[in-house]
T-cell receptor, first 115, second 112 residues
Framework: EPEVTQTPSHQVTQMGQEVILRCVPI?????FYWYRQILGQKVEFLVS????????KSEIFDDQFSVERPDGSNFTLKIRSTKLEDSAMYFC?????????????FGDGTRLSIL | SQQGEEDPQALSIQEGENATMNCSYK?????LQWYRQNSGRGLVHLIL?????REKHSGRLRVTLDTSKKSSSLLITASRAADTASYFC????????????FGAGTRLFVKA
């Protein structure tokens, strides 16, 4: 069964540094998402992406965050100047449709640790 | 206030027992989905119920949806130790933008 893959599995970065988290969604999916999960807490929506543009973003997704689909397969999340509170698991997901009538398929996440 | 709040927050049962988890939400939805998360892993989709459906089954899972009460329940019958995980409900609104909101989850522990 096709999978969403995320790299790296664990990223350790100094505060203030830029970090790029990478995701390869399922190949025939058209809708892409990033979520964040602080340890022991709920999964929080960050952003959805369709047709090469952001469809919706949450209040968490401020100017420090950006997403990109640089080629036909990768989907990236960039944090420009990381803060301690950015430490969390970041999950990428993709779906065949965007209205929620198709399930989202999640990767296993990238654990981001900001020092 | 949060969309998609589950209760209980944690549930511990014996293998073979049934587990029931509840979810409440606040806004209009297109559908409601339940996901499972094993520790340290991504979420896995379990079942989707549309806003015009009242009940749905998939194997040992039974989901109900009451749109008048803005609530849903997930029942796992004949639980197994392997069902130990966190379970989340998620709602997709009808406002466009493809935003899905997850609840805080129920941590289920099934004792062998």
């Amino acid at each position: 069964e096709p999978e969403v893959t995320q790299t790296p599995s664990h990223q350790v970065t100094q505060m203030g540094q830029e970090v790029i988290l990478r995701c390869v969604p399922i190949s025939n999916h058209l809708y892409f998402y990033w979520y964040r999960q602080i340890l022991g807490q709920k999964v929080e929506f960050l952003v959805s992406f369709y047709n090469n543009e952001i469809s919706e973003k949450s209040e968490i997704f401020d100017d420090q965050f950006s997403v990109e689909r640089p080629d036909g397969s990768n989907f990236t999340l960039k944090i420009r100047s990381t803060k301690l509170e950015d430490s969390a698991m970041y999950f990428c997901a993709s779906s065949a449709s965007g209205d929620g009538n198709q399930p989202q398929h999640f990767g296993d996440g990238t654990r981001l640790s900001i020092l | 206030s949060q969309q998609g709040e589950e209760d209980p927050q944690a549930l511990s049962i014996q293998e073979g027992e049934n587990a029931t988890m509840n979810c409440s939400y606040k806004t209009s939805i297109n559908n409601l989905q339940w996901y499972r998360q094993n520790s340290g892993r991504g979420l896995v989709h379990l079942i989707l119920i549309r806003s015009n459906e009242r009940e749905k089954h998939s194997g040992r899972l039974r989901v109900t949806l009451d749109t008048s009460k803005k609530s849903s329940s997930l029942l796992i019958t004949a639980s197994r130790a392997a069902d130990t995980a966190s379970y989340f409900c998620a709602t997709a609104g009808n406002t466009g933008g493809f935003k899905t909101i997850f609840g805080a989850g129920t941590r289920l522990f099934v004792k062998a």
